[in-house]
């Protein structure tokens, strides 16, 4: 089967750095994305890692291991506009669906 | 803003009824996905049409059904309504089927209520 995996919840403060960390067992392997979702708007695109190793961009970085299974999101000089919920997809097939976890809902904490 | 504009942005109704949700992609994406996210929930993946034709289903019930019209826009259509469809549909368009990036870009979405 194909099961994506993140905390439900995390707490950090502002200024501090946090990592969001995704584990996936999943049936082949095309990619992986990060997605951000404020409360009751469309997720939007952050971060796409397909290769291992880390990418950054800006205060956002996303690390990949793929013979782990495991990828983190780690976000720099957090802003309380960061508190929002944490999407990773993976994506899987020859028609490359993406596979959603559940998200990950991060709190900023003056 | 995103590029993919949906319609209606709510909708109201009630159990028994059908209703059609609208979505048109960004200009030059060919590809349409379909999400049902209910409250506090993850995105729950629909289906998928590229170019008009359907590439991929996922858990869409059998009262749902979806397409996608020559100028690409797409539709999903939702009938015998249960109040468990509740929820916020998304509608997603990027450029291909697939790909080394192809990032999905999402529509506001369409909040429906099922009294």
């Known amino acids: 089967g194909q099961n994506i995996d993140q905390p439900t919840e995390m707490t950090a403060t502002e200024g501090a750095i946090v990592q969001i960390n995704c584990t996936y067992q999943?049936?082949?392997?095309?990619?992986l994305f990060w997605y951000q979702q404020h409360a009751g708007e469309a997720p939007t695109f952050l971060s796409y890692n397909v290769l291992d190793g880390l990418e950054e961009k800006g205060r956002f970085s996303s690390f990949l291991s793929r013979s782990k299974g495991y990828s983190y999101l780690l976000l720099k000089e957090l802003q309380m506009k960061d508190s929002a919920s944490y999407l990773c997809a993976v994506r899987v097939g020859s028609n490359y669906q993406l596979i959603w976890g559940a998200g990950t809902k991060l709190i900023i904490k003056p | 803003d995103s590029g993919v504009t949906q319609t209606p942005k709510h909708l109201i109704t009630a159990t028994g009824q059908r209703v059609t949700l609208r979505c048109s992609p960004r200009?030059?994406?060919?590809?349409v996905y379909w999400y049902q996210q209910s409250l506090d929930q993850g995105l729950q993946f629909l289906i998928h049409?590229?170019?008009?034709?359907?590439?991929a289903k996922g858990n869409i019930l059998e009262r749902f059904s979806a397409q996608q019209f020559p100028d690409l826009h797409s539709e999903l259509n939702l009938s015998s309504l249960e109040l468990g469809d509740s929820a916020l549909y998304f509608c997603?368009?990027?450029?291909?089927?697939?790909?080394?990036?192809?990032?999905?870009?999402f529509g506001p979405g369409t909040r429906l209520t099922v009294l």
């Open positions: 997603a368009s990027s450029v291909g089927a697939g790909g080394r990036h192809n990032e999905q870009f």
């Open positions: 049409y590229y170019n008009g034709e359907e590439r």
């Open positions: 200009s030059g994406d060919l590809s």
């Open positions: 999943t049936s082949g392997f095309n990619g």
